[in-house]
């Protein structure tokens, strides 16, 4: 009994490894290959291939081994070696890629053959070492306890799946995030050492018989066992084919359900293998009594109907997801309780047909270990057992899944099982059960006659998106304008007809919104309206990524969305070529409803479209370009992430000319500080220059560039250039210091930050694919860097010393961009200071009127009542009248305010704030030094005189400037609590990060 326990045990921590590798592989040969439908589906090919190789040759040579299990000890320890070194030797390997044999291929097949060579050479030797450790375990086994098979093969298939089941979420959860790819494989490596360890002790302990002795009865049936065996062979290949095309239906299917972030499809994975672990634990202890090929057939049978039954469960769980939404908490505890419920309604769905797919090796092995093939059979059944999962894969990857779509490759896994169970119910001896078979077949073909013509999948409920805002959609809200089971996502293009929109979306998730009225052609009438949400984003970011190259010629974009970026970047004359890189072929078929106001991508001879993960084509590319932009989906997505990542921007740095500049989208809505700094720091790490700009209430654009300085934005270039002026004729005109407006920060106030930043996002320590579905869930948004768009104070602008002057257009193109909207209402507050009109909802109204009482209140007969709300007025309406405008002030506002102060006998520290403010906002940093030590007891006292934040910015910033990095360092270490800033948030860390900067410069700090 110890001994079986001590097998099981070490098959276990094998199944536990074995399903991290197969997470870090993929993960790994992403790298290179990419993450397009055919890269999925030859790395799962490469890595079954192996498995199966491995398991069919130990089928074949088993026999003549000595002892089974002190093979299998060494080739677990053999496993482990090659974890211990797969990280260095794979960067190494694809350096050497990148840097020499890519580029000398020169693209095309001679670059196709090296990528997948190495794909190959990566992990074709482990997975072959991994698909012997089956069958040589099992053989080492039942050698020395030959008694009850069935329970011990039932018994090995439970244990090892069981450890698969929890190695996806021990590598996805926990490992991962904790110690990142290379400590991962570590620690798969050291499972391995274990195991094999644990087995070479058992095998010294206890001798085999020199070869596999049956203890099973003969076969009951007159069957010849030649024709059984080639049967059963059959059945194992078949069944492995339908539970493939069940697995890449599900995972496609459940994507939409439960989200196609990182996690989630661990979380599914993992589900789909846990049923068929279970399966085999229950079918252990029936395995030896029951007639196997007759249980198997029926078992066929029983898993063919569970999928169809699987499909009214699948739409009944969009309202199971809703209620997950609406019970839990958006905080950690909620996360992991909402995981949970999800990992549940996973296994509701396919634990019924998972759970008999995991019965189905075990009989099948025990089947023929009855009918006196020996131990040969277990390697060849888990070998074509392999062989039919590449089939399954490549079949519902690359043929059903496009062509018929999620239903129907489900069904036809069905039928497959079905099929499989009538043939071995027909095939069994006894009458009985070849009129059972003949009830099966009518049962079968009515089962999936029934779920043909029912009907499909309501297309607007399945790409709700549900498990982002837990709303179902309301029938007939949204018109479905087109549909796709692409080969990587599902993509839907639908129109509400109640707000004119018309949207794009991927496995439910929008990727790019558009009104109605951009699609129409302008007419010498057509009102100019603010751009708004994807709109501003969707054509600003490209245009500010082409101020700072506006002579480009070549030029890429990562990602098509409406193509509207694409098409903005074809309006400019000096393109020449613009190639715009797509993962998924439906995603550009789908944005067709967007014409004609994309009509470029399609009809311009400039404009190549290519079907390829971006990563795969700049790396297979010689070529260089003068522009790069990238606008791919959110991050969580899985595979999106490794797009934001230092590995990926080195790849793109390399791809630019010389004085090439590079675009980068980034949200910050479903974020935190931390992720966003992830990105910031990769690029920091690649890029010699770089500003970030706010391109949407909460979408920012990173433009970089290769040249030591980044170019000056030319925005007169750009927005007067011909061929964009149809494209923005429904747009306020864009001028230069609406757009300047829009810089956030910039390399050199980074700096002292990110060159401290450990946590840069990278391939190998995925930090942003790993948090990103969480921070999604707890509904964060980026809070410091949302703090910096809005602020009086442009800290990041006063440490760089670069003044804003004021603008003269009265209305923002933007105006949910703060800055943009701050100096629209100032210039309109300059240009028509007697207007009244504060009715109506129009905030340049509110803010005349709002100017309008203040003025009046200086000429009043009386005092304020109340000094600290007369402070708060002081400060609204100093915001109105300065906008987003730096170092400089209106002198008259500041004098008439300090008159009133004083006629009405202010007291000191009324005064004090009026002249910080003063000194704020002409920059006159000796003097805000000076009244904010004066101002320092009340802030700490929270007396309310000025807000914690707000004074601590501009005090800080004026202590730097002022040369005194010890005063800035003690009032932060003072004041930041009183701020209600949290400790990561990102405005505190840039002034800390000054701060230590600052000493580290200062005069005898090495001495110090």
């Known amino acids: 009994m110890r001994f079986r326990l001590g097998v099981y045990a070490a098959f276990l921590l094998s199944g536990i490894a074995g399903l991290i590798y197969e997470v870090l592989w993929a993960r790994y040969l992403g790298l290179i290959v990419g993450h397009s439908a055919y890269a999925q589906v030859i790395v799962l090919s490469i890595f079954l291939g192996g498995m199966g190789a491995g398991a069919l040759l130990v089928g074949r040579y088993s026999a003549r081994l000595v002892d089974p299990l002190r093979w299998y000890a060494r080739v ?130 206890r001798s085999p018989a020199r070869e596999l002795v049956s203890a099973v009865p003969p076969p009951r049936d007159a069957t010849t066992p030649a024709a059984v065996g080639r049967l059963l062979l059959w059945v194992a290949f078949g069944t492995a084919v339908a539970s493939f095309l069940y697995e890449v239906a599900w995972i496609r299917m459940l994507a939409l359900l439960l989200g196609s972030a990182t996690h989630a499809f661990e979380l599914m994975l993992s589900a789909f293998i846990l049923g068929l672990a279970l399966g085999a634990f229950w079918v252990r202890t029936r395995a030896d009594r029951w007639d196997a090929v007759r249980a198997l057939g029926w078992i066929q049978c029983a898993m063919g109907a569970a999928a169809l039954v699987a499909l009214p469960v699948y739409a009944a769980a969009f309202d199971w997801v809703a209620v997950l939404m609406r019970t839990f908490t958006r905080s950690d505890t909620g996360y992991v309780a909402f995981s949970l419920g999800r990992y549940a309604i996973s296994l509701a769905i396919m634990l019924p047909a998972t759970f008999c797919a995991g019965t189905t090796l075990p009989l099948i092995t025990r089947a023929l270990l009855e009918r006196g093939t020996g131990e040969s059979a277990i390697g060849r059944v888990y070998g074509v057992n ?156 490209p245009l500010f990524t082409a101020a700072h190259a506006p002579a480009a010629v070549r030029a890429a974009v990562v990602g098509l969305g409406s193509g509207l970026s694409s098409q903005v970047l074809l309006g400019l004359p000096t393109v020449t070529r613009l190639t715009t890189i797509e993962i998924e072929p439906a995603m550009a078929q789908g944005a067709r409803v967007f014409l004609p106001a994309n009509r470029r991508v399609y009809e311009d001879p400039r404009s190549e479209l290519v079907y390829e993960d971006a990563r795969a084509y700049f790396a297979a590319t010689d070529e260089r370009f003068d522009l790069i932009f990238s606008e791919p989906s959110n991050p969580w997505v899985s595979g999106v992430a490794s797009l934001f990542t230092t590995e990926f921007y080195h790849r793109v740095a390399g791809s630019l000319g010389e004085t090439g500049v590079f675009g980068q989208w980034l949200h910050l809505y479903e974020l935190n500080d931390d992720l966003v700094l992830s990105v910031l720091a990769a690029i920091h790490a690649n890029f010699p220059s770089y500003a970030v700009y706010q391109t949407a209430e909460a979408d920012l654009v990173i433009v970089a560039s290769t040249a030591p300085v980044l170019p000056r934005p030319a925005w007169a270039v750009v927005v007067d250039a011909p061929g964009l002026a149809d494209d923005f004729c429904r747009a306020p005109r864009l001028t230069a210091p609406m757009l300047e407006a829009t810089r956030l920060l ?165 005064l004090d704030v009026l002249a910080l403010r003063y000194a704020a906002a002409r920059w006159d940093f000796p003097a805000a030094r000076a009244r904010s030590a004066a101002l320092l007891p009340t802030v700490l006292e929270g007396r309310g005189l000025i807000p914690a934040d707000e004074f601590l910015d501009i005090a800080v910033v004026a202590h730097l400037v002022a040369g005194d990095p010890q005063g800035a360092g003690a009032l932060l270490q003072q004041v930041a609590p009183r701020t209600g800033r949290a400790p990561d948030d990102v405005r505190l860390l840039l002034l800390a990060a000054h701060v230590l900067g600052a000493r580290e410069r200062a005069p005898g700090a090495a001495t110090r």
Not at 422 to 428: G, K, P, S, W
Not at 761 to 767: E, G, M, T
Not at 842 to 857: I, K, M, Q
């Open 76 to 205: 677990e320890i053999l496993v482990a070696l090659f974890g211990l070194t797969f990280d260095q030797a794979f960067r190494w390997v694809m350096a050497a890629a990148y840097e020499t044999l890519l580029p000398a291929a020169g693209g095309g097949l001679s670059s196709f053959a090296i990528t997948w060579g190495i794909a190959a050479l990566a992990i074709l030797p482990q997975s072959i070492l991994l698909g012997t450790t089956f069958p040589l375990i099992t053989a080492g086994l039942l050698r020395r306890e030959p008694e009850r098979p069935g329970r011990s093969l039932a018994l090995l298939y439970f244990t090892n799946s069981a450890g698969a089941a929890g190695g996806v979420l021990l590598g996805g959860f926990v490992l991962l995030p904790w110690i990142g790819l290379p400590g991962a494989l570590l620690a798969a490596a050291g499972l391995n050492v274990v195991a094999g360890g644990a087995a070479y002790l058992l095998a010294w302990a």
């Open 386 to 541: 392999t062989v039919g999962s590449i089939a399954g894969v490549v079949v519902a990857g690359l043929v059903l899944l496009p062509w018929i779509g999620l239903k129907h490759t489900l069904v036809v896994g069905a039928a497959v099982d079905l099929g499989l169970g009538v043939l071995v119910l027909r095939a069994a001896s006894e009458r009985r059960s070849r009129r059972a078979a003949h009830g099966a077949l009518a049962a079968a073909a009515g089962l999936v006659l029934l779920a043909l013509v029912t009907p499909n999948f309501d297309r607007q409920l399945i790409t709700s998106g549900v498990y982002r805002d837990g709303v179902l959609p309301q029938g007939g809200a949204a018109e479905t304008l087109y549909y796709r089971d692409g080969r990587t996502a599902t993509v839907t293009a639908f129109r509400n007809a109640e707000f004119a929109m018309t949207a794009i979306s991927t496995n439910g998730k929008p990727d790019a919104t558009m009104p109605d009225r951009w699609r129409t052609p302008c007419g010498p009438d057509t009102p100019r309206e603010p751009l708004d949400g994807d709109m501003a984003t969707q054509t600003l970011a």
């Open 746 to 910: 910039t390399r050199p106030e980074l700096t002292p930050l990110l060159d401290r930043w450990g946590s840069a996002n990278s391939d190998f320590y995925p930090v942003l694919d790993l948090g990103a579905e969480r921070q999604r869930f707890l509904r964060r948004s980026a809070q410091g860097f949302v703090g910096l768009t809005a602020a009086r104070f442009d800290m990041p602008a006063a440490l760089r010393q670069a003044p804003r002057a004021r603008s003269t257009d009265t209305l923002a193109p933007v105006p949910r961009i703060p800055r943009m909207q701050a100096q629209a209402l100032a210039a309109s507050l300059r240009v028509a200071h007697g207007a009244t009109d504060a009715l109506g909802g129009d905030p340049r109204g509110r803010a005349r009127h709002a100017y309008r009482r203040w003025n009046e209140s200086l000429r009043g007969e009386n005092g304020p009542a109340d000094w600290i709300t007369w402070l708060e007025e002081f400060a609204a309406v100093e915001r109105l009248l300065h906008g987003a405008s730096q170092g400089t002030a209106d002198e008259e506002f500041y004098a008439a305010a300090s008159r009133f102060a004083a006629r009405w006998q202010a007291p000191p520290l009324v």
